[in-house]
T-cell receptor, first 115, second 110 residues
Framework: DAGVIQSPRHEVTEMGQEVTLRCKPI?????LFWYRQTMMRGLELLIY????????DSGMPEDRFSAKMPNASFSTLKIQPSEPRDSAVYFC?????????????FGSGTRLTVV | KNEVEQSPQNLTAQEGEFITINCSYS?????LHWLQQHPGGGIVSLFM?????KKHGRLIATINIQEKHSSLHITASHPRDSAVYIC????????????WGAGTKLIIKP
């Protein structure tokens, strides 16, 4: 398996533009997580899906952020409109399931810069 | 309150030294993860523990449930071990949320 695949690796966009980040989890993994990492706040959980259903989106900063998982092999995180404070590294991770003994596999991350 | 503390925050050592990074947590957990993040950002899961000890190559992770403490050890450290090491804990009252430590930045000098 190629692991968790994220795209793009880097994204530079202007304030106000729409940004879409993509994630392909490991085949067979039922849980998918979107994290954001900044120097100030470290790693923050944005949203968690289980079996393609959003379970917890309490970490999504505001209405400008939305995430979808239309099927088991694909998820998107969209920011519209983007702002400079959204600049961060966004990680997607997947796991076999939400239960206690399953480890995580992280993607390589998308480094987003909003200018 | 569910908290995770790591120490030290920064660690610089010479190649070959034995390295220990510590992680303490506040209440009962169901799992503890050690992860590695290299400059350039990728996160790699090293270990997941709920009890005892795990070893992979030069890396050893231990956990003491009674003391609410885990350690990550690196034997015969090498400059390529330079990275940020992160402890993340899944507390018993959550079946998916990870609470992250602040990370330990390790630099191994040749």
């Amino acid at each position: 398996d190629a692991g968790v695949i994220q795209s793009p690796r880097h994204e530079v966009t202007e304030m106000g533009q729409e940004v879409t980040l993509r994630c392909k989890p490991i085949s067979g993994h039922n849980s998918l997580f979107w994290y954001r990492q900044t120097m100030m706040r470290g790693l923050e959980l944005l949203i968690y899906f289980n079996n393609n259903v959003p379970i917890d989106d309490s970490g999504m900063p505001e209405d400008r952020f939305s995430a979808k998982m239309p099927n088991a092999s694909f998820s998107t995180l969209k920011i519209q409109p983007s702002e400079p404070r959204d600049s961060a590294v966004y990680f997607c991770a997947s796991s076999l399931g939400p239960l206690t003994n399953y480890g995580y596999t992280f993607g390589s991350g998308t480094r987003l810069t909003v200018v | 309150k569910n908290e995770v503390e790591q120490s030290p925050q920064n660690l610089t050592a010479q190649e070959g030294e034995f390295i220990t990074i510590n992680c303490s947590y506040s209440v009962g957990i169901s799992a503890l993860h050690w992860l590695q993040q290299h400059p350039g950002g990728g996160i790699v899961s090293l270990f997941m523990l709920s009890s005892g000890k795990k070893k992979h190559g030069r890396l050893i992770a231990t956990i003491n449930i009674q003391e609410k403490h885990s350690s990550l050890h690196i034997t015969a450290s090498h400059p390529r071990d330079s990275a940020v090491y992160i402890c993340a804990v899944r507390f018993m009252d959550s079946n998916y949320q990870l609470i992250w430590g602040a990370g330990t930045k390790l630099i191994i000098k040749p």
